[in-house]
């Protein structure tokens, strides 16, 4: 009887090597039923690999079973009822009425031959009166019994060998492919002891060639790579076609064409025994996709004959990738075929680090080089920033608070949007001493990450109330313990941890708010030298490793998020690439001679520089530059006349609880920016919905 089960089940019954065994043979035949098991025990396949196989045989009495287990509710069983089993029954009885046995008849009786009477005219008969004439005859000797018999000694024929050319190999000749050499040298050098069974790794000997035990994997791989495209087929040498090579039990995977031509890309594992391919069986590998160790050689192949998209005359020559529109997803798929390296491995950092300092030596050579992106973009800007509005005029705590807002309004959005945010938010605190937590003017969050945004600008905004401004920026640029800012956090802001956060050790008070927010920040008040992991930092470092530019799960597929899109690998990196990474930008700055965060800014033009060319144009931009844009369209506004009042112009504000020492003055109403003599800031910047 046959249970209706789902297909784990099935699986589970395949599991017994009964069952599995049956189904096989009565499927595949025997042969094909013993190389599947063959491989199976050898874990070059898999259960799964065996399921597909006998699924797919749609008129295989295997595929009904297991068709039926899949289609038909778990733990129904399949039994004749009673009343069949007894018309079974009774159906056999009348038919062993009809079956006689062996007549019991004596065999001597059987054997004994009845008298005939009768007697038959004989089949030929000479006239009676016919004589032979003999004379002239000579009579024939008398014939002896030995005369019937030949013996070595007094007859011996000889039989002659065939002709053939002096020296002629009568063994037929092995004719390869003139692909074989090239697959062997691609092939080969990817082979490795991790790709064996355990089986053949117990086997394996100090001097056996690497190919040991990889014929099948290796000659799949081979086939996916070329032969399935150009006519080949697989087939199998075991140990009775092989004896002087293959011990029993093991077999030989080649592959063969039908002009004989061969390509059998671990050969070498023989030595000098002459392979017998003339006598392998034309058999299908046993999975219609690469196995598990097939599909990691074509990776490393792929891999090993992919170019490095890195260094000058790479990024020199870069080019538009296609004539039509070019999208962030078609450079990162280019960028992702590119060999991939080990930033962990001593020999591939090294090899980085060069072309690293070959690109940065690139870029110095540019018009627009990067540098000074951090220190003098910044001091530009703050210049700039009285001009824009008057009220940071010999206001240094209000630049202050406009850097900080800038800093943690920077993720997920273009330098100079992330200035216009931090103009807004200082104005607005400038007259109500309170800072805003969403736009006022939309409703919405700040910027696309606006909920993220809220809560810190909610910590700091708390602590402000209580203690002042001047009290919160001398606690971001003090140096305090870790479990000062755990604190900070739980009691301001009633957040977790800070991620990374040892509590004895000593932080700027900027890692309160995030370790790629907190060093960007440090970063931008000039007090730290930092290698922040924004997202075109960590592009540029994913190019450099190559094969880096996806999220991808344990078994290296590329995950995608909610929506479809594949996730791009620009998040927050693990501890201990971070720290190989600071590692990274730390020799390369040494080398170079410059700081780190200015290395950094020179390999963000760079990486912008690249991507421009590949057709997704990115043109890279200062706070110096975001700053005087926003003052000349305040300008323009002005010789326009087309000043006007802004929708927060008359926000009420709520003056702060307590006023501690230094702390904003409370201003029960927002003064308008009109009535100042300044350009309302939101037509100054533009109609920005930064919360879509």
Not at 187 to 195: A, C, F, G, N, Q
Not at 315 to 330: M, Q
Request: glycine content about 8%; some cysteine.
């Amino acid at each position: 009887m046959i249970f209706n089960v789902a297909r784990p089940i099935a699986m589970k019954a395949l599991s017994n090597p009964k069952i599995l065994g049956s189904l096989l043979v009565g499927t595949l035949g025997s042969q094909q039923a013993g190389e599947i098991q063959n491989q199976l025990s050898l874990g070059n396949i898999t259960l799964d690999d065996v399921y597909d196989t006998l699924i797919n045989f749609a008129s295989s009495p295997a595929a009904s079973i297991i068709s039926e287990m899949q289609t038909t509710p778990s733990g129904e069983v399949y039994a004749p009822d009673q009343e069949q089993i007894d018309a079974e029954r009774k159906f056999n009885e009348e038919l062993n009425k009809k079956i006689t046995t062996a007549s019991e008849t004596p065999k001597a009786d059987i054997l004994i031959t009845p008298d005939v009477q009768e007697k038959f005219e004989p089949l030929i008969t000479l006239p009676p009166e016919f004589k032979i004439n003999q004379e002239g005859f000579t009579p024939a000797p008398e014939v002896k019994p030995s005369d019937y018999i030949m013996t070595a000694e007094e007859k011996k024929i000889e039989v002659s060998s065939p002709k053939q050319a002096v020296g002629a190999d009568v063994t037929p000749k092995t004719v390869y492919s003139p692909q074989d050499s090239i697959l062997k040298n691609e092939i080969r050098p990817v082979l490795s002891t991790d790709l064996l069974n355990p089986q053949y790794l117990k086997k394996l000997k100090k001097d056996d060639d690497i190919s040991c035990g990889q014929c099948y994997a290796a000659s799949e791989a081979a086939f996916h790579m070329y032969g399935k495209e150009n006519g080949f087929k697989s087939y199998v040498l075991n140990s009775k076609t092989f004896p002087e090579g293959l011990d029993k039990g093991e077999t030989h995977w080649f592959l063969k064409n039908k002009e004989g031509e061969i390509i059998d890309p671990t050969a070498e594992q023989f030595g000098d025994t002459t392979i017998p391919y003339d006598k392998g069986r034309g058999t299908g590998f046993l999975t219609k996709n690469p196995s598990k160790a097939s599909q990691q050689i074509i990776d490393r192949v792929n891999q090993n004959n992919a170019q490095i998209l890195s260094g000058p005359e790479f990024i020199s020559n870069a080019t538009k990738l296609k004539d039509t529109k070019v999208k962030i997803p078609d450079v990162l798929e280019y960028l992702d075929s590119g060999k991939k390296r080990d930033i962990f491995n001593e020999e591939d950092y090294k090899e980085m680090l060069d072309e690293g300092l070959q690109e940065i030596n690139y870029q110095l050579q540019q018009e627009v080089t990067g540098e000074g992106w951090y220190d003098e973009g910044v001091k530009k800007a703050m210049d700039i920033a009285p001009e824009i509005n008057p009220k940071f005029a010999d206001n240094p705590d209000l630049k202050d608070l406009l850097l900080f807002t800038t800093a943690i309004a920077s993720s997920g959005v273009n330098v100079g949007s992330d200035f216009k945010v931090g103009l807004q938010v200082a104005d607005i605190f400038a007259d109500t001493g309170q800072i805003p937590l969403t736009n006022p003017k939309t409703g919405s969050g700040w910027t696309v990450r606006g909920s993220n945004l809220a809560k810190q600008l909610n910590l700091a905004n708390n602590y402000i109330q209580k203690n002042g401004l001047p009290a919160f920026l001398e606690f971001m640029h003090s140096e305090v313990q870790g479990r000062d800012i755990q604190d900070f956090r739980k009691e301001y802001g009633n957040l977790g941890p800070s991620k990374g956060v040892r509590m004895e050790e000593y932080y700027s008070g900027h890692r309160a708010f995030g370790p790629k927010i907190g060093e960007f920040m440090a970063n931008l008040y000039g007090v730290d030298d930092n290698n922040v992991t924004d997202m075109w930092n960590i592009r540029g470092m994913n190019r450099l490793m190559g094969g880096s530019m996806y999220v991808r799960d344990k078994d290296g597929n590329i995950l995608s998020n909610k929506d479809g899109t594949v996730m791009e690998n620009t998040g927050s990196p693990a501890k201990e690439f971070k720290i190989i990474f600071d590692k990274y930008m730390t020799d390369l700055s040494n080398l170079i001679g410059k700081s780190v965060r200015d290395t950094q800014a020179i390999r963000w033009y760079l990486e912008q520089g690249l991507y421009t060319a590949l057709g997704v144009r990115s043109v890279p931009k200062d706070y110096g530059t975001a700053a005087q844009e926003v003052l000349d369209q305040k300008l323009k506004t002005e010789s326009d006349g087309t000043i006007r009042s802004s929708k927060t112009s008359n926000i009420k504000g709520t003056p702060p609880t307590k006023k501690a020492q230094g702390g904003s003055i409370s201003i029960p109403q927002r003064r308008s920016l009109v009535n100042d003599g300044l350009v309302d800031i939101n037509t100054v910047i533009g109609k920005i919905n930064y919360g879509n």
